[in-house]
C-alpha cells in the first residue's frame, strides 16, 4: 500500500468510531476487580464452600425426633420455644466433631444455653457410646436417621450448629466446628442479646 | 484439620459417581422418572460440581429419598424443588431462575449478539462510504477484453 | 544432583527470557539489526533450558526420586512407568513446566522456521513471547517450585489420584496445553503488528499455521478429555459444564473464529482488526482458564489444589499481559488501515458472522461460568449455574452458525449471490426435510424427538452442504476429476473435512442426548435384564488384584436374539494408596453405538448393583473430533502454509508484504 493510501484511510479511520476498542479493556479491569476482591475474601479465611444459611430469621423447622435409648424424651419444636437454646447436629462418625466436642462440653458447664443435640445418620448405640466416650453436653438428643431434619436445617455437612432464639426463630448458623474464639467473640453476646 | 476434612470430601465427591441405588428407586415408572428429573437439577451441596441424582454423597442419597418420599406424598415438581430452595438457598437450583439477580445472566448472550451486531453494522457502514471505484459494467469489461485479446502488447 | 541443575536451568531461563523480551524490542523499535538478531538464539537458548529443567523432573519421577516434592506427592514405586511420567504434570508445579516448555518449543518454532519472517516482526513476536515466559518462569520459580526437596526423604510416594492413572488422562494436559500454550504465538503476532502498526496478507500468512497447529491439538485435548470423562465415570456423561471443561472450550470457540478470521485477512486483507482482537482475546481465555482453575477463585472437582497466594500472582501475571494487550489494542488498533471492502453477502461477509456468533458463544459459556463469582462477589448471594442454563443458551446459537456453515463457502468473495447458493444446495435441502421426516416416523412424535430431529437436520444439513461444495470443486463425474482433486489448495480438502466433522459431531450429540437409555438394578447370579435388544445375564462377582489395586471384577454375559456377543467385565478397584474406590467400566462398541456397563456397591443381600446404559451413536463424537482434526491437519499442509513462506516475499525484500493471491 502506498503512503498516500495510508494517510487516506488513517484520516477516514479518525472519523470512525472509536469506542467498540475499549470493550475489552473495560471488560477485562471490571472482571480483574471482581477477581481480585475475591482473592482477598479467600485470603481472609472466608471459606468459600460454604453455603451461606438463608434460614436466618425463620421460625425453626417442625421436629419430633426420638430420643437415644434409654436417654431421656423426644426433642420437639415446643423444646427449642420459650428459651435461647443451641441446636448441634453431630455424629459419631463425624471427625469435625471430636474437635468441637470439649467447647460444647464447657459451653454446658457454663449453664447459659442448653444445648439440643440432632444425631445425624448415626447408629444410637454407636451415639451413645461415642457420648460416653467424649461427654454429654446436650439437654435433649433427637435421632435422624434418613436426614430429614438435617435437610430442614439445611445441613451440608457436620458439625453445624444453630442458634434458636426464644419465639423459635433461628437467629445464627455456625458451619463447621465451633471454636472458643467464636464462642467468645460471636456467639455467646448473641446469646447474651437474645436473652434480654 | 479443616485441611484433612476438605481433602477427605473431595476424595470422596472425585470418584466417580454411581448414584441412584435400585433401592431407592419407585416403582410407579412415571413417579420415578420425575424423581430423576427433579434431581438432575438440583446440585448436591458437599460435592457442589454433580447433581444429587449423580453424587454419591450421603446427604445426595438421602435427598433423593426424600424427593421421592414427597412424590409419594403428592407433591409437585415446583413444591418439591421450592422446598430445597427454601432450605439451602438458590445455590441448589442448577438452572437459575429468572428473577431480578439472575436477569443479566439470562439477557446477557442477547446483549452480547446485539452489541456485536450494532458494531459490525456501524463499521460496514463507515466502511462502504469508502468504497472504491464503482464496479465495471458490462461494457466497460466487453471493451477492456477486446483491447487484451487485440492487443499482445503489455 | 540433576534436579538441582535442572533448577539451576530454570532459574537461567528466566535470566535468558528477560533479554529475550527486551533486547530485539528495543532492537526493532531502533531499527537495530544485531539486537534484533538476539531474538532467535534467545529463543531457542530459552528453549533448550527449560527442556532441561522439564528433563531432570521426569527423569526424577521416573527413578521414582521421593526426596523431589513433586515426586513424592504423585508417584509411587509401584506405579507403571506411563504414569511415573504422566505424574509429573499430573500436578499443578509439574504442569506448569510442561506449559513453559510448550511455550518455548513455539517460540523455537518460530525462530527457526521463520527465517522468511520480517526481521522487526520476528524480533518484536519473539520478544513478546519471552516476556510470557518470563512471567511464567517467575510463577513456577517464586510460588510453584517442584524442584523443592524433601528431608527427611520418605520411603514410599503418596502415588498420583488413581483417576489420573489412566492413558487418556496421561496424554490428555500435553495435548491441551499445546492448543492452549500455542494460542501464545497468535497472541505474540498479534501485539508485534500493533506495536508495528501494520497487519496485511503477509502476517496473515504466517499467523495462519501456528494457529492451526494450536486449534488441532486443543480440539484434540479436549475431545481426549470429554471420551476420557464417558469412559471412566461410568454413567455415560461426556460433557458437563464444569467450570474446568468451560475454561478449555471457551478459548476453543473464539479460536475457531480466529482462525476462519485470519482467512480473510490474508485472502482479502479485511477484518483485520476483528483478527487481531480475536488473536489476544483467545490467548487471553486460555491465560483467563489457568488462572481459574489454580487460584481457588472456583471449586471444581478438576481443579488443582488451590492457594490465594498463587492465585494473587496469576492475577498479576495477567492484568500485565491481557491489561497490556487490550490498552495496546484500544490504542492503535483504530490506526490499522481499513482494507477490501466487502458487500454484507459475501464470503467476507458470512466470515463476519461467523465470527460474531462464536464470539457470543464463547462470552456466553464465560459469563455462565463466571456469574456465580461475580453475584457472590458484588451482592453475597450464592446462585448457580448449571448445565440446564449452558445448554439453553449455547444450542440456539449453534443453529444460525451450523446454517450458515452450509452456505458461507459457496459464497464468492467480495459480493456473493445468496439467492443462487442457496440454490445450488437444493440436494441439501431435500436431504434436510427428508432425515427430518424419516426420524419423526420412526420414533413418533414428541417434545424431546422433535428437538431429535432438528439435530439430526442441522448434521444433514452440513454434512450434505459440505460435500456439494466439494463436488462442485472437483467435479467427480467429469474427465479429469483426480487432476482436479490433487490440484485443490489442500486446505479446500481440509474444509470440507473438518465441517463434515462438525456434522458428524453434531449427529452423535443429538442421538445420544435424545435417545440414551439406562438401566439400574440389583443383580445376583443368573439375573438377567433387557434393553436396547439386548440381554444381560450377571454371571458373579470375583476378586482381581492388579499392580497396585484389588479390584472386584464382575462377568456379564451380553447377548442379542438368544446369539452371545460379548463377556463383558466391568470392575471396581481399591488403591493401595487411596481410601476410594475408582469404578472402571466395560463398554462394548458396534462402532455406532456402545454399551455401557458399570458395576457398583455389594449390597447387604449379596447382590450387587449394575448400571447398563445405551449410547446410541456416541462413537460418532469422537469421529467428529478425529475427522476435525484431521482437517486441520491436511490444512497445515497446504504448500501456501509451508512455513518457510511465499519466495516472493523473499525476493521483494522483507518489509512488504506479499500481494494477496
Avoid at chain 1, 487516506?8 to 475489552?24: F, M, T, V
Wanted: aromatic share 10%; with cysteine; glycine share 10%.
Amino acid at each position: 500500500m502506498t503512503e498516500a493510501d495510508q494517510h487516506a484511510g488513517h484520516s477516514d479511520q479518525k472519523r470512525a468510531s472509536r469506542w467498540p476498542y475499549i470493550i475489552p479493556l473495560v471488560v477485562i479491569l471490571a472482571l480483574g476487580g471482581v477477581f481480585g476482591k475475591r482473592l482477598i475474601d479467600i485470603k481472609s479465611g472466608t471459606d468459600v464452600k460454604v453455603i451461606p444459611t438463608v434460614l436466618l430469621d425463620t421460625p425453626v423447622p417442625e421436629l419430633n425426633l426420638p430420643p437415644l435409648p434409654g436417654r431421656g424424651e423426644a426433642l420437639t419444636t415446643a423444646d427449642l420455644k420459650g428459651e435461647v437454646t443451641l441446636v448441634n447436629i453431630w455424629g459419631s462418625w463425624c471427625v469435625g466433631c471430636i474437635v468441637e466436642h470439649p467447647v460444647l462440653n464447657s459451653i454446658a458447664k457454663e449453664g447459659i444455653v442448653p444445648i439440643h443435640g440432632i444425631a445425624w445418620r448415626d447408629d444410637p448405640q454407636d451415639s451413645l457410646d461415642w457420648l460416653a466416650r467424649n461427654g454429654d453436653p446436650y439437654a435433649k438428643v433427637g435421632q435422624d436417621p434418613r436426614s430429614e431434619a438435617a435437610i430442614a436445617f439445611g445441613v451440608t455437612a457436620a458439625p453445624e450448629t444453630f442458634i434458636v432464639d426464644a419465639n423459635g426463630v433461628i437467629r445464627f448458623k455456625q458451619t463447621g466446628a465451633i471454636t472458643p474464639e467464636i464462642w467468645r467473640n460471636t456467639m455467646k453476646p448473641l446469646i447474651e442479646e437474645l436473652k434480654k | 484439620m479443616r485441611h484433612a476434612l476438605a481433602l477427605i470430601a473431595a476424595l470422596m465427591c472425585a470418584a466417580p459417581a454411581l448414584a441412584v441405588e435400585p433401592s431407592e428407586m419407585l416403582n410407579d415408572p412415571a413417579l420415578e422418572a420425575r424423581a430423576r428429573e427433579i434431581s438432575q437439577h438440583i446440585r448436591c451441596v458437599q460435592c457442589q460440581n454433580e447433581t444429587i441424582d449423580e453424587s454419591n454423597a450421603q446427604i445426595a442419597r438421602d435427598m433423593r429419598v426424600l424427593i421421592r418420599q414427597r412424590l409419594l406424598h403428592g407433591d409437585t415438581n415446583e413444591e418439591i424443588i421450592d422446598y430445597m430452595v427454601s432450605r439451602y438457598g438458590d445455590y441448589v437450583l442448577l438452572m437459575p431462575r429468572f428473577q431480578a439477580n439472575t436477569l443479566l445472566l439470562w439477557f446477557g448472550p442477547l446483549i452480547v449478539l446485539l452489541l456485536g451486531a450494532v458494531i459490525v453494522a456501524g463499521r460496514m457502514r463507515a466502511s462502504s462510504t469508502r468504497a472504491g471505484p464503482a464496479p465495471l459494467t458490462d461494457e466497460e469489461r466487453a471493451e477492456i477484453e477486446r483491447s487484451l485479446s487485440g492487443d499482445s502488447s503489455k | 544432583m540433576f534436579i538441582e541443575l535442572g533448577h539451576f536451568a530454570l532459574a537461567l531461563a528466566m535470566a535468558v527470557a528477560f533479554v529475550q523480551s527486551t533486547v530485539p524490542l528495543i532492537g526493532a523499535a531502533k531499527n537495530n539489526a544485531a539486537w534484533m538478531a538476539v531474538s532467535r538464539p534467545a529463543a531457542v537458548a530459552q528453549f533448550a533450558l527449560v527442556l532441561f529443567a522439564f528433563a531432570s523432573l521426569v527423569h526424577s519421577f521416573v527413578v521414582s526420586d521421593f526426596s523431589v516434592v513433586g515426586v513424592y506427592q504423585n508417584s509411587h514405586t509401584q506405579q507403571p512407568l506411563i504414569y511415573k511420567i504422566s505424574g509429573v504434570w499430573g500436578n499443578h508445579e509439574g504442569s506448569l513446566v510442561l506449559w513453559v516448555s510448550i511455550l518455548g518449543l513455539f517460540g523455537t518454532g518460530v525462530a527457526v522456521f521463520g527465517r522468511n519472517l520480517p526481521p522487526a516482526l520476528r524480533a518484536r513476536t519473539l520478544s513478546v513471547q519471552g516476556m510470557i515466559s518470563f512471567g511464567f518462569i517467575a510463577f513456577i520459580l517464586f510460588t510453584s517450585n517442584p524442584f523443592l526437596r524433601l528431608s527427611p526423604v520418605p520411603a514410599e510416594g503418596a502415588g498420583l489420584n488413581p483417576i489420573l492413572q489412566d492413558p487418556g488422562m496421561a496424554i490428555h494436559p500435553p495435548m491441551l496445553y499445546t492448543g492452549y500454550v500455542g494460542f501464545s504465538m497468535a497472541f505474540s503476532f498479534a501485539i508485534a503488528a500493533l506495536i508495528e502498526g501494520r497487519v496485511d496478507a503477509a502476517w496473515a500468512r504466517w499467523v495462519r499455521p501456528w494457529t492451526l497447529l494450536a486449534w488441532m491439538f486443543l480440539t484434540f485435548g479436549i475431545g481426549l478429555g470429554s471420551w476420557w470423562a464417558y469412559y471412566t465415570l461410568g454413567w455415560g456423561g461426556w460433557w458437563f459444564w464444569d467450570p474446568v471443561e468451560n475454561a478449555s472450550f471457551i478459548p476453543w470457540l473464539t479460536g475457531t473464529a480466529l482462525l476462519h478470521s485470519a482467512i480473510v485477512v490474508e485472502k482479502r486483507e479485511a477484518l483485520k482488526s476483528w483478527t487481531i482482537l480475536l488473536a489476544i482475546v483467545t490467548f487471553s481465555l486460555s491465560l483467563l482458564g489457568t488462572f481459574l482453575v489454580r487460584s481457588g477463585v472456583l471449586t471444581s472437582v478438576h481443579a488443582f489444589a488451590s492457594d490465594p497466594t498463587r492465585g494473587v500472582f496469576i492475577l498479576g501475571l495477567l492484568a500485565v499481559a491481557i491489561g497490556g494487550a487490550f490498552t495496546l489494542y484500544a490504542i492503535r488498533a483504530p490506526h490499522l488501515d481499513g482494507g477490501g471492502v466487502f458487500a454484507p453477502i459475501s464470503r467476507e461477509g458470512g466470515l463476519l458472522i461467523n465470527n460474531l456468533l462464536l464470539t457470543t458463544a464463547s462470552a456466553t459459556v464465560l459469563l455462565g461460568t463466571l456469574y456465580p463469582l461475580i453475584t457472590e462477589v458484588l451482592t453475597g448471594e450464592r446462585i448457580s449455574v448449571g448445565p440446564p442454563y449452558f445448554n439453553g443458551v449455547f444450542f440456539p446459537l449453534m443453529i444460525p452458525l451450523v446454517a450458515l456453515m452450509g452456505v458461507g463457502p459457496l459464497l464468492a468473495w467480495k459480493r456473493g449471490d445468496l439467492m443462487g447458493a442457496l440454490s445450488r444446495l437444493k440436494i441439501a435441502f431435500g436431504a434436510v426435510l427428508l432425515a427430518i421426516a424419516v426420524t419423526l416416523l420412526l420414533s413418533g412424535v414428541s417434545l424431546s424427538h422433535i428437538g431429535g430431529a432438528a439435530g439430526i437436520g442441522m448434521a444433514i444439513w452440513l454434512g450434505t452442504s459440505a460435500l456439494l461444495e466439494w463436488t462442485e470443486r472437483v467435479k467427480p463425474r467429469r474427465a479429469g476429476a483426480w487432476t482436479r482433486t490433487k490440484n485443490l489448495p489442500r486446505s479446500a480438502h481440509g474444509l470440507t473435512l473438518a465441517h463434515f466433522g462438525v456434522a458428524v459431531l453434531i449427529a452423535g450429540i443429538t442421538v445420544d442426548t435424545v435417545w440414551k437409555d439406562e438401566r439400574i438394578q440389583a443383580m445376583s447370579a443368573g439375573d438377567t435384564v433387557e434393553m436396547a435388544g439386548y440381554t444381560f445375564t450377571f454371571e458373579g462377582v470375583e476378586t482381581v488384584p492388579g499392580p497396585n489395586y484389588d479390584a472386584e471384577r464382575a462377568t456379564i454375559l451380553l447377548s442379542k436374539n438368544g446369539r452371545d456377543i460379548a463377556v463383558m467385565t466391568p470392575e471396581r478397584r481399591s488403591y493401595v494408596h487411596s481410601p476410594q474406590t475408582t469404578t472402571f467400566t466395560n463398554i462394548y462398541t458396534t462402532y455406532y453405538s456402545d454399551i455401557q456397563l458399570a458395576l457398583g456397591e455389594r449390597q447387604p443381600d449379596g447382590r450387587y448393583v449394575t448400571r447398563f446404559y445405551y449410547q446410541p451413536f456416541v462413537p460418532l463424537l469422537w469421529y467428529g473430533i478425529l475427522l476435525m482434526v484431521l482437517g486441520g491437519v491436511v490444512s497445515l499442509t497446504d504448500r501456501r502454509h509451508r512455513i518457510g513462506a511465499p519466495r516472493r516475499a523473499q525476493n521483494m525484500g522483507a518489509a512488504m508484504p506479499a500481494p494477496a493471491e
